[in-house]
Every structure is written in C-alpha cells, then in structure tokens.
C-alpha cells in the first residue's frame, strides 16, 4: 500500500529552527513535495525534490534520501506567520498526481 | 493570471439534494485536479484530467460522484444524491505538463450537507 507518515503537530518559538519529517512508501517514486497551508486557505507549492540532497528557497529548505524514503522541511528564522499546516506529497510517476500525507501543524509562539 | 476559480465558495445544502461545484484551472495548465479535505481523512484525490481527459477516477468514493471537463477552461464536480458525509472542503488544483509536483491550488469549495 501507500503511505507518507510525518508528525501530526510540531510547536517552536519565533526564531527558532524546525524540521519536519516525512518518509514514504509508495508502488514508485519519482519526487517529493512540499505545501503549506493556512488556516481556512488552499495548499500552496513551497518546493520540490527528484534527487537527493538539499534544496534551499530563503528561509525554507527540503531535503531529500531517495535510498531512505525519508524527507523534510526545514524552516529557518521561524515567524509567527509560519504557523500553518505542512504537508509532504510524493508524485509516484511522471505526468501523475500526488499522493499527499495527513500534514503537520505548526504552531509558532513569540 | 487570476488563479484557479472556484464556485461557490460555499454551499449548503440538504441531504439528496445534487450539488455541482465548478472550476476554472489557471489558463495554460494541462493537468487539473479535485481534492476532497476533511480533518479525518486529510487531503485525498478524487480525479485528475490531462488535457480535458480523465485519467485516473479511483479516488472518487461512489456511483454519486462524477466529474467531467468540457474544454481546457471548464470542469465540475458533481454529487447526486448528496449525503452529510459528504462534507468537507472540495479544492480544485492545476499543473504545467511535466510539472505535477506544483499544482496551483483554488480557494476552495466548502460544502456542508444537513
């Protein structure tokens, strides 16, 4: 079957560091993504990772270990306007939708 | 470009009553895609379209949901009869071909069932 697991709540202070895991088991694997969404809002693109490694967008990062089947979302200098729901979501072929985990929420505190 | 549109952004309807949501993907977009989220069961496909052809419809829960795309600019998602069960919020979301793995997100449909 199909599974992404990652924490269903992570709590931090501003300016703090988070990581949020995420790993996976799904039929294929072609890449790992990353959303966020806001309370009330819609889920919106914050990164994208085929191969292994770190790929940084200003405060946020994703990494990626295809071998691991394990990611995360790294969030640096966190602002309260951070607090949000994350979700990890594997993309299993190309041109085919994704399948996306529960999400983790955030909650940043000053 | 204005985003994916959605209509209505609410509904509230009664048990057995047919419902049809609509969306327009942001022009340029070949791939279009509908979500259901709900707190129980999270973010879940329901069909996805490339280039106005459905191509994988097994997320949709039963014989009471259909969805159809009559041209690149148009789709609906439609629910009869509808059950309270169905509640939740219906999201519709498009894509670049090749780029999947960013779908551009509309503001939701939230759809209550009484």
């Known amino acids: 079957g199909q599974s992404l697991e990652q924490p269903s709540e992570v709590t931090a202070v501003e300016g703090a560091i988070v990581q949020i895991n995420c790993t996976y088991q799904t039929s294929g694997f072609y890449g790992l993504s990353w959303y966020q969404q806001h309370d009330g809002g819609a889920p919106t693109f914050l990164s994208y990772n085929a191969l292994d490694g770190l790929e940084e967008t200003g405060r946020f990062s994703s990494f990626l270990s295809r071998s691991d089947s394990y990611g995360y979302l790294l969030l640096q200098e966190l602002q309260m306007k951070d607090s949000a729901s994350y979700f990890c979501a594997v993309r299993e072929q190309a041109g085919t939708a994704l399948i996306f985990g529960k999400g983790t929420t955030l909650s940043v505190s000053s | 470009d204005a985003g994916v549109i959605q209509s209505p952004r609410h509904e509230v309807t009664e048990m057995g009553q047919e419902v049809t949501l609509r969306c327009k993907p942001i022009s340029g977009h070949d791939y279009l895609f509908w979500y259901r989220q709900t707190m129980m069961r999270g973010l879940e496909l329901l069909i996805y379209f490339n280039n106005n052809v459905p191509i994988d419809d097994s997320g949709m829960p039963e014989d009471r949901f259909s969805a159809k795309m009559p041209n690149a600019s148009f789709s609906t998602l439609k629910i009869q009869p509808s059950e309270p069960r169905d509640s939740a919020v219906y999201f519709c979301?498009?894509?670049?071909?090749?780029?999947?793995?960013?779908?551009?997100f509309g503001p939701g449909t939230r759809l209550t069932v009484t």
């Open positions: 979301a498009s894509s670049l071909a090749g780029r999947s793995y960013e779908q551009y």
